[in-house]
């Protein structure tokens, strides 16, 4: 099935370093494989250190077919 758009959101717990200690998916793509590369990216993303929290991160892809 080829790729148009897809549109989820991922919740990202961070610490008090800024690392991200748990990234889940909210609302999937509906792409195993999309979701899969938008959690592997959101495990790398560094917050300002000085506090912990929760985020929640709308995603928007659009592009060609997803292999």
């Known amino acids: 099935a080829g790729l148009q758009q ?3 959101e991922i919740q990202l717990d961070h610490d008090v370093e800024g690392r991200v200690s748990d990234a ?3 609302v999937s793509t509906g792409h195993r494989r999309v ?6 990216w959101a495990r790398q993303i560094r917050f300002a250190p000085g506090s912990a929290g ?3 991160v709308p995603l928007a892809m659009s ?5």
């Open 6 to 8: 897809a549109k989820g």
């Open 24 to 26: 889940r998916l909210q």
């Open 54 to 56: 929760t985020v929640r």
């Open 35 to 40: 979701d899969a590369a938008f959690l592997k």
């Open 63 to 67: 592009g060609g077919p997803v292999r």
